[in-house]
């Protein structure tokens, strides 16, 4: 029942990466006049990294609450599964929407650069594994309050709890969409680390 931590590993190895590649690639091309077009993109990518880390944050409480409806569970107290679902839902969300936003202001740049296109859709698929989440919260909230009924009403009948499994059945789903979604996430950040490491080969070659 407990969430997939790969997430959590991968957007910190994003944020390092982006913030130290993007520092030697600024430090290789500074004395060597780099193009203001090239200027506006670094200045582009360093602030998109920075509004990331931001938005990680609501990553983290996500995650911790839905750790805690996980513990919760484990020990059969179903209200506080609910209760703490509602917290991840709102952090789930709220991440979904900054990554939406950064993408947003990214494209609004009209910068033509594969870089930024990679970052582009790096962030979609940010967004697409937030609400992977949120959704998986939405069943654990439902089966919850379908095992508190069945244990504590006496007048349920075996059906409420077969609902609480097909509750948990359709969170597993959305949590496998989720894992799918992490694995894209890792080939496009490959993808960019290649990229990145391109460029930098280049101004150093200059």
């Known amino acids: 029942m407990k969430q997939?931590?790969?997430w959590k590993y991968v957007s910190l190895v994003l944020i390092i990466i982006l913030v130290g590649t993007n520092i030697i690639w600024f430090l290789a091309g500074f004395g060597e006049d780099l193009h203001s077009k090239e200027n506006y993109l670094l200045k582009t990518l360093m602030k998109a990294d920075a509004e990331v880390s931001k938005v990680s944050l609501d990553s983290q409480r996500a995650e911790s609450y839905y750790d805690e409806a996980s513990y919760a569970y484990e020990n059969g107290e179903y209200n506080l599964v609910e209760s703490n679902c509602r917290l991840a839902r709102d952090s789930y969300s709220e991440e979904?929407?900054?990554y939406k936003r950064i993408?947003?202001?990214?494209?609004?740049?009209?910068?033509?650069?594969?870089l930024i296109d990679i970052y582009v859709e790096t962030l979609e698929i940010d967004s697409e594994i937030s609400l992977n989440m949120f959704e998986a919260c939405e069943h654990?909230?439902?089966a919850a309050r379908h095992y508190n009924?069945?244990?504590?009403?006496?007048?349920?009948?075996d059906d409420v709890w077969e609902m609480g499994n097909d509750a948990i059945e359709s969170m597993n789903e959305k949590i496998r969409?989720?894992?799918?979604?992490?694995?894209d996430y890792?080939?496009?950040?490959?993808?960019y680390r290649i990229e990145l490491k391109?460029?930098?080969?280049?101004?150093?070659a200059k």
Request: aromatic share 6%; proline share 0%; hydrophobic share 25%.
């Open 4 to 6: 997939n931590n790969t």
């Open 96 to 98: 979904s929407q900054g």
């Open 103 to 114: 993408r947003a202001e990214l494209i609004s740049t009209e910068i033509e650069d594969k």
């Open 140 to 142: 654990f909230e439902v």
């Open 149 to 157: 009924r069945y244990m504590t009403d006496l007048t349920t009948g």
């Open 177 to 183: 969409d989720h894992d799918d979604n992490v694995r």
């Open 186 to 191: 890792n080939d496009k950040l490959e993808e």
């Open 198 to 204: 391109l460029r930098i080969e280049n101004d150093f």
